[in-house]
């Protein structure tokens, strides 16, 4: 029987390894590799795209929107890691969670962009809530975002790694030691898929922060209860509906304090799955939302590989567990 022939274009980096390594193990596929020299050759490349029935790009922008023009074989489906085509309506937007259309999009288009880390989260938790009509599209949420450093690619895991690993160069290491705020231009790529794919008129206020570990993200999303018709309760029950039979989400209890640990809320349990889990923590005026997911598993590489099996048609198992 013929396996469908699967190309990484980028294969040696962060999230372009990770596919590779998941896919290595499935009978149910063929991959099939560039030669090494010639991995950034736009030839060879267009060569190795034409023959793929799905090609990942996991690629800086500049190399996926190249990918893409190259690409002439219509039924060669591209899986774009990048930001570069998510907001573009002629890609379907990779998160089969959001709607029967989102996952039938992926079904049927040869082009899917797959989502952005911290997008994944926000938009999981703020798109029920305005499709509900519980939080107005015109609201302008805030958000924050802390992440491993993984999610900085190769360069940034090169320079936590050199520095935490030179304990004897403490001006090195401090700086890397405590959390980083970033994105305070306030215009994080991330932004518009954010807003778009969440229903909102309005962007959001976002501060991502990376911290010294190297995987692991946990997007939170504070929201005042007064004005807005709706308790935490309403909040926890509104997410679980929408999510109901969903694998990949796992909506937890209204105010799970057993899911802290002493207190404080753990970022990394659900490193090398492709979950999200959902929480609301609520008082009688206040709420925070917050979504916890692997950056490098449904945060790039594993919902890269959901869309894939969606795409042709086979089980969802992505290699990681749920
Ligand atoms: N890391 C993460 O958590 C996430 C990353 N993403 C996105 O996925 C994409 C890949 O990210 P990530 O894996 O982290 O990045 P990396 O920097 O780890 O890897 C990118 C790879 O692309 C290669 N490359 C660069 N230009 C070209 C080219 N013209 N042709 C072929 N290969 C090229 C690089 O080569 P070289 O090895 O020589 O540098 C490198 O191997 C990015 O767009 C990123 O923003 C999305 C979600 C999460
Ligand atoms: C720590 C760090 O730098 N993280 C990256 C996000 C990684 C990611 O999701 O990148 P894509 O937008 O390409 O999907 C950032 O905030 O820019």
């Excluded at 976002?206 to 190297?214: D, E, L, S």
């Excluded at 002493?262 to 917050?290: H, K, W, Y």
């Amino acid at each position: 029987m013929n396996t469908p022939l699967v190309f990484v274009d980028g294969h040696e980096g962060t999230t372009g390894l990770k596919i590779h390594q998941l896919l290595a193990q499935r009978s149910d596929l063929t991959l099939i590799q560039i030669d090494p020299d010639k991995r950034k050759d736009p030839q060879a490349r267009a060569a190795m795209l034409n023959q793929a029935d799905i090609a990942f790009l996991c690629l800086p922008d500049a190399a996926s929107k190249e990918a893409a023009t190259l690409t002439t074989n219509p039924k060669t489906c591209l899986i774009d890691a990048s930001t570069a085509h998510r907001i573009d309506p002629a890609w379907a937007y990779g998160l089969p969670e959001l709607s029967a259309e989102h996952r039938d999009a992926i079904r049927t288009s040869t082009r899917i962009s797959n989502p952005g880390c911290h997008a994944t989260g926000f938009i999981l938790l703020a798109h029920p809530l305005v499709k509900a009509g519980v939080i107005a599209p015109d609201t302008v949420l805030s958000a924050t975002s802390i992440t491993g450093y993984s999610g900085g690619g190769k360069t940034m895991i090169a320079d936590y790694e050199a520095k935490l690993s030179q304990p004897w160069q403490p001006d090195a290491t401090e700086v890397l030691m405590a959390p980083r705020p970033y994105g305070l231009s306030l215009a994080h790529k991330h932004l518009p898929e954010m807003r778009m794919h969440s229903g909102l008129s309005a962007t959001p206020i976002f501060m991502p922060i990376v911290a010294p570990f190297a995987q692991g993200l946990t997007v939170s999303i504070p929201l005042p209860l007064k004005g807005l018709n709706a308790d935490g309760a309403h909040l926890q029950a509104t997410l679980a509906a929408h999510y109901a039979g969903q694998a990949n989400i796992r909506v937890h209890a209204l105010n799970p304090m057993d899911a802290l640990d002493g207190g404080f809320f753990p970022v990394q349990s659900c490193n090398n799955t492709n979950r999200v889990d959902l929480f609301v923590f609520a008082s009688s005026e206040q709420a925070i939302l917050m979504a916890r997911l692997d950056n490098l598993g449904k945060g790039a590489s594993g919902a890269a590989i959901q869309s894939m099996n969606i795409h042709l048609g086979l089980p969802e198992n992505t290699g990681l567990s749920l």
